[in-house]
């Protein structure tokens, strides 16, 4: 299973794939936008809240970051989730850049991301989430969300806001790969 995940996040990091299918929404307009220490979480309409958190576990991950309550308990517990597992990435690595935040964006369908990735770099991608260093966003879809698909992403994220210059890509990929297989070490 760990096998084929770094699979598919290694097909989105470093292959090109054919044209892209759909796109996201360029309005948020219905997103539902849940604030946390280190991550703005937007998810898609058709995609329900409690779904995203379901998916996510961070137990026996430390250090646990408890939220600070602003919305319902569902929204309070995803956000506390998400940085637990920015906060650990950041302590696997030994980065901790100034200030640093990520949006991630929930999807609803795999095209969207594909989508996505086409928007950004002018071809698709087969993977299940990628990290846009331009606009410092984490896209991943609903189905195929989990701590350690967020949490290679969110490694990314800090590779690229720690160092001036940003390493090779591959250098980089095995530093995320890295992050996910030590989550909870
Ligand atoms: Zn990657």
Redesign the pocket.
Known sequence: MRRRLIFW??L??LTLWGPAQAEVSSTMENWKRIDSRYCTIWVHPAVGVKQVNKKISTWRVRPKVKAVPKGDSVSDELAGKCDTLFRRAQEILDMYPAGIQVTIKILKERSEIKGAHSAHYGFGTKAIAF?AYEENTIYAEADDLSESVLV??MA?CIIDHYFRMRPPRKIE?ML??HVDAQLRA
């Open positions: 996040l290694l989105g990091c990290y290679h992403e990314h990929e995320a790969t």
